[in-house]
């Protein structure tokens, strides 16, 4: 008996083995996809692809993907037959929002002597996840240094499950380079999340600079730990190249305290109630409705996105309770501590409609009894039970409560021998779990990556390989849930991004080929736009 | 949605890891100048003079900084020993007295007195980004430091996943950043086996690909540059079981019991076979001519005593022999005990052939992953221990956070001593282990530090120093202060850490690689 209890201690066998799998690896995975056994070998020298419409993003994410087919350099030189990636697209709009269509097919087949690759797409972000897909069809060989598209023909119909599909991180907690948030909004693009919901400012610190305000960044940790405008506006741009909304968070009336540095007055005055990280505004004060509507306008700007999160979480209610301006403010417009929840809420709400932005809250303010308007979208990280009351108010929910990356044990109850196979809780944590009703309201989720204990540092390791296991379930299809199958695609997947530079480690045993430069990708974007881009890309979301 | 880490108590005075043993100190700040800061050391040891070269740099990480009218400084170190010998228990004692710039002196036995010294004198400069200027504050600074414990140190498996011998040497600088003193290189294992071989070159048809091994000079290099800077570099092959890779070479070597099959990973020897004793005899031999260090381990885990019964020719063996299969494991553990007592080496083993009634030679050090910690000790075996140290447990001690990261607290509370009640004496230290079957050098800095901080304050510092709050002032600039060159440790709670521009260019490779004819004169002078 001693002898077993030993042997599940120590050999900390993983709890999942891969499957063999035969056919191409992709991940997420596709919708339906069919593939034979044959082989297509490519000639790096004669790879080419086109598309049919004129479109910068499309171009550039051509471009970038030209190189990323082919990340071990052109190989040894073959006399493999030329061949055209032809890329057909329906629409030429640039315009990312949420709800655009990401659907694709790729069909790769050998005519004859020639190859016949083609990738169809309603959008240009549709044609961008065929072009990642198309990455991970391609294989090398290290011994021959030559590249392949195995399992041909392949055709691939494919599209997402949910609309909103997401990372939050945290710069409130730590500060994060922008150059490190470039390179996260590659490893959503990688892996086919659309959404970087960007918590930008929390209690402990406030980095994003403002053109009306410009002291509101004494509240970052240093001078030297701010967001310029320019930086904003490229990080934005940045994710507009890939198919990624930044959507970005000013956590109000809570988490708020790092907005006083600047403008002390306007927090509330509840010394014993609240820990810094928590503190709130006062919502009695004309002053404090005034910063908000100028931060938010002039980060409206910055932030082209339809959608504006404005937090909302965790009001410690005692606080307001307890500062004697507030409590008689509150009495004299005989509010209850959740009627000013919602006095501030609607304030919130009419400043957003002034700026023609659709509010995002955590949510708190309907679990605390406000009303929240219909077309609000609540982000919900408490459980699947608050989330069917969400939905059954006819409001639509994103979900976060089983994909909170910084905890120790994320689904309640479920423990694993080694910590990052808390993936397999994730991956089984479907968003329509628990919820029967009004399921269309529920348009996606959301892995969040809270900053208390990471930064860009250790940024990577923490959130990958684990935020694979969600990016598929919001993608594929509700009955992909095999958790060996699912291993078997996410090493190499994890591998894939590995060699972009993307710090993703194993789930598994195994060995993973590297090129010689993805260590200068590490904390990097693998590429930049220029200031012309970043002003074009601004231009055609108008 | 986010609870806030415990707050960190103010803490005056020098932030060191580990906390030092004694230490006072004043409220004078010196200002250095880099230019004008020199290190004077009479001593021809060359591994300290590679050391001297290397703090040259660590201490002052931002260049030269704004001009500085401070005076010249020079810091001076006096060792008493001329030795390079790096041993067990070997003394890592030293004192640091910093009063003025005239006045800067370190003491210490050995040079590895000194190198530990060195650390701690990185620790106090400081640098301040807006005047672009180092400090020493809080002088009079007197300290008197050494170990709780000789044996402090990290385990690392390249057998699940390679990882390059660069990063071997990264993780070498992360060990010495926090005084611990021992890697412990878990090399082959049931998945691969990464290390050349000269007697027997095949066997690196057990690694996992052609370029995913450990050259003979890649072992040396690392080995070498664990000594210049007091890391002992204490290698596993792992026998009877998880030698499974070694078959590649050596198919008739392994027990032959297709019921264990299904965990490849851990399956056995044959113990019947005499083969087996000639490969693991020249291997060891061959090995121990690279890995200086008297100690040697041999694994010993985990031993699945059905795959014996379960192969006729093992069973018919025992069956002459008349042993049940611990009188056969004990046989073998006899055996390799013989085979290394050849080379002069002196026997690590996991606790499990003890627990499974092995008699083992008296010698043997244990390494205890489980409860068995104190009947070990009580039969009279010295230990290092790891059970609460591992790295890879998504619970490691039972203990339950918010975050993730917290469960450094745990190995902080987890004092060796901690349940044993006599023969205290036999513990010689612990390790911290990363098994990696999920983890390979893209993840392992992040995977392991900050966490093993808590282990190597717990193994280097007073009995008595427990306050988290207080080691959490402390770890905040020290993880920053790994960061900066280059080891990708996270933080603990919100703060901001400035990174230099070239952090990135030591991500995942050692701060200064060694010279050809460094490595000779480390590997020669032991």
């Given at each position: 008996m001693l002898y077993y209890t030993l042997v599940f201690l120590f050999?900390?066998?993983?709890s999942c083995q891969p499957t063999p799998i035969s056919g191409p690896l992709i991940?997420?995975?596709?919708q339906t996809y069919t593939f034979g056994s044959g082989v297509i070998r490519l000639n790096t020298g004669f790879f080419d692809i086109a598309a049919n419409i004129e479109s910068d993003l499309l171009n550039n994410a051509i471009l970038r993907y030209q190189k990323l087919f082919f990340p071990f350099g052109v190989g040894y030189p073959t006399n493999n037959p030329i061949a055209t990636l032809n890329i057909k697209v329906?629409?030429?709009?640039e315009i990312l929002q949420l709800y655009v269509s990401e659907n694709y097919t790729i069909s790769v087949e050998m005519v004859g002597q020639s190859p016949q690759l083609e990738i169809i797409a309603d959008t240009i972000f549709g044609a961008m996840r065929a072009l990642e897909t198309f990455s991970q069809l391609i294989s090398y060989d290290a011994q021959s240094q030559s590249y392949s598209i195995p399992f041909v023909p392949i055709y691939i119909d494919d599209f997402p499950r949910f609309p909103w599909r997401g990372l939050q991180i945290d710069t409130g907690r730590h500060f994060i380079p922008t150059s490190f948030l470039m390179h996260i909004i590659e490893s959503c693009a990688y892996s086919k999340l659309?959404?970087?919901?960007?918590?930008?400012?929390?209690g402990e610190s406030f980095p994003a600079e403002s053109?009306?305000?410009?002291?509101?960044?004494?509240?970052?940790?240093?001078?030297?730990?701010i967001y310029t405008i320019a930086d904003m506006e490229e990080i934005v741009a940045y994710g507009l190249s890939w198919g990624v909304r930044v959507l970005p968070e000013f956590d109000?009336?809570?988490?708020?305290?790092?907005?006083?540095?600047?403008?002390?007055?306007?927090?509330?005055?509840?010394?014993?109630?609240?820990d810094l990280d928590g503190w709130p505004l006062s919502p009695a004060l004309p002053e404090a409705y005034d910063l908000i509507s100028k931060i938010y306008t002039d980060m409206s700007e910055i932030f082209i996105d339809k959608y504006f999160h404005?937090?909302?979480?965790?009001?410690?209610?005692a606080c307001w309770d307890n500062d004697p301006v507030i409590a008689n403010w509150m009495t004299q417009n005989n509010f209850s501590t959740t009627q000013a929840e919602q006095y501030f809420e609607d304030q919130i709400t009419n400043i957003l409609d002034g700026l023609q932005k659709t509010k995002v809250i955590w949510h708190d303010p309907f679990a605390n009894g406000c009303e929240v308007r219909k077309d609000t979208v609540l982000q919900v990280w408490d459980n699947a039970q608050m989330a069917q009351q969400v939905v059954n108010a006819g409001i639509r929910a994103i979900v976060s409560y089983d994909w909170?990356?910084?905890?120790?044990?994320?689904?309640?109850g479920h423990t694993h021998?080694?910590?990052?196979?808390?993936w397999l809780d994730f991956y089984a944590a479907d968003p329509l779990m628990g919820v029967?009703?009004?399921?269309?309201?529920?348009i996606g989720g959301e892995s969040c990556m809270w900053g208390e204990q990471v930064d860009h540092r250790n940024f990577d390791v923490r959130v990958w390989p684990r935020t694979i296991a969600i990016a598929e379930r919001l993608?594929?299809?509700?009955?992909?849930?095999d958790t060996n199958k699912a291993l078997t695609r996410f090493d190499p997947f994890s591998c894939h991004i590995s060699n972009r530079g993307i710090n993703s480690g194993p789930l598994y045993p195994d060995y993973c080929l590297l090129t010689s430069d993805f260590s200068q990708y590490s904390h990097q974007p693998r590429f930049k736009l220029t200031k012309e881009q970043i002003k074009n890309i601004y231009n055609s979301q108008k | 949605m986010a609870v806030l880490v415990g707050g960190q108590s103010p803490v005056s005075g020098p932030l060191i890891v580990?906390?030092?043993q004694q230490m006072t100190f004043g409220t004078q700040t010196l200002q250095l100048n880099p230019l004008k800061f020199q290190i004077y050391c009479p001593s021809k040891s060359p591994v300290l003079a590679s050391a001297i070269k290397r703090y040259s740099d660590l201490f002052f990480l931002?260049?030269?900084?704004a001009p500085s009218t401070a005076p010249a400084a020079i810091l001076n170190i006096k060792v008493?020993?001329?030795?390079d010998s790096l041993y067990l228990g070997v003394s890592e004692n030293h004192t640091i007295s910093l009063v003025a710039a005239y006045s800067l002196l370190i003491t210490a036995d050995t040079v590895y007195g000194a190198i530990r010294a060195l650390e701690t004198v990185s620790q106090i400069i400081q640098y301040d980004f807006v005047t672009q200027r180092y400090t020493i504050p809080n002088t009079p600074i007197s300290i008197t430091d050494y170990p709780r414990f000789p044996w402090r140190g990290i385990m690392i498996d390249t057998a699940r996943h390679f990882v390059p011998a660069s990063y071997l040497m990264h993780t070498i600088d992360a060990l010495a950043a926090n005084k611990m003193n021992t890697l412990h290189w878990h090399i082959t294992d049931g998945q691969s086996f990464p290390a050349s071989s000269?007697?027997?070159?095949?066997?690196?048809?057990?690694?996992?690909?052609?370029?995913?091994v450990f050259s003979v000079d890649d072992i040396k290099e690392v080995v070498a540059y664990g000594k210049s800077l007091g890391v002992r570099v204490v290698p596993e092959f792992d026998?009877?079981?998880?030698?499974?890779?070694?078959?590649?070479?050596?198919?008739?070597?392994m027990a032959n019991c297709p019921d264990y099959t299904y965990s490849y990973g851990q399956l056995p020897m044959s113990?019947?076979?005499?083969l087996t004793y000639e490969v693991i005899t020249n291997l060891f031999t061959e090995m121990s001519g690279y890995f200086l260090d008297t100690y040697f381990h041999?694994?010993?885990?985990?031993?699945?005593y059905g795959c014996w019964k379960e192969d006729p020719q093992v069973a018919e063996w025992m069956n002459l022999n008349g042993y049940t299969p611990t009188l056969a494991e004990q046989f073998f553990e006899d055996q390799v005990t013989s085979i290394l007592a050849k080379v002069n080496r002196t026997k690590i083993v996991w606790n499990d052939p003890f627990v499974d009634g092995v008699k083992l030679d008296p010698s043997t050090l244990i390494q205890v992953w489980d409860s068995s910690f104190q009947d070990i000790v009580n039969a009279g075996f010295e230990v290092i221990v790891s059970f609460d140290y591992?790295?890879?447990?998504?619970?490691p001690t039972g203990n339950l956070h918010w975050?993730?990261?917290?469960?450094w607290s745990d190995f902080y509370a987890a004092?060796?001593?901690?349940?044993?009640?006599?023969?205290?004496?036999?513990?010689l230290g612990g390790e911290a282990c990363m098994w990696s079957e999920q983890v390979n050098h893209l993840s392992m800095d992040v995977r392991v530090w900050p966490r093993a901080i808590g282990v190597a304050e717990r193994l280097w510092s007073?009995?008595?120093?427990?306050?988290v709050n207080n080691a959490l002032t402390r770890i905040g600039p020290q993880t920053c202060r790994m960061s900066q060159r280059g080891i990708a440790s996270g933080p603990l709670f919100p703060d901001f850490c400035m990174l230099p521009d070239d952090f990135e260019s030591y991500l995942q490779q050692p701060r200064m690689r060694l010279s050809k004819e460094q490595i000779n004169t480390f590997l020669n002078n032991n």
């Open positions: 050999i900390s066998l993983v991940t997420p995975l596709p329906s629409s030429d709009s659309n959404t970087l919901h960007w918590h930008v400012s929390d053109k009306s305000l410009p002291n509101i960044t004494l509240g970052a940790f240093g001078p030297l730990a109000v009336p809570a988490h708020s305290f790092s907005w006083s540095t600047a403008f002390p007055g306007i927090m509330a005055n509840c010394p014993g109630d609240s404005s937090g909302g979480d965790e009001l410690p209610y909170y990356l910084d905890m120790q044990i994320p689904v309640p021998y080694e910590y990052e196979d808390t029967t009703t009004n399921t269309e309201l529920v993608w594929s299809n509700e009955n992909v849930t | 580990p906390q030092p931002y260049g030269n900084g008493i020993s001329n030795s000269v007697t027997y070159p095949n066997l690196t048809m057990g690694a996992w690909a052609p370029e995913a026998i009877p079981s998880h030698t499974y890779s070694w078959a590649a070479a050596f198919p008739t070597i113990i019947a076979n005499y041999t694994g010993g885990d985990e031993v699945p591992y790295l890879d447990e998504q619970v975050m993730f990261e917290d469960t004092d060796p001593y901690n349940g044993i009640t006599s023969n205290t004496n036999k513990i007073a009995q008595t120093q427990t306050d």
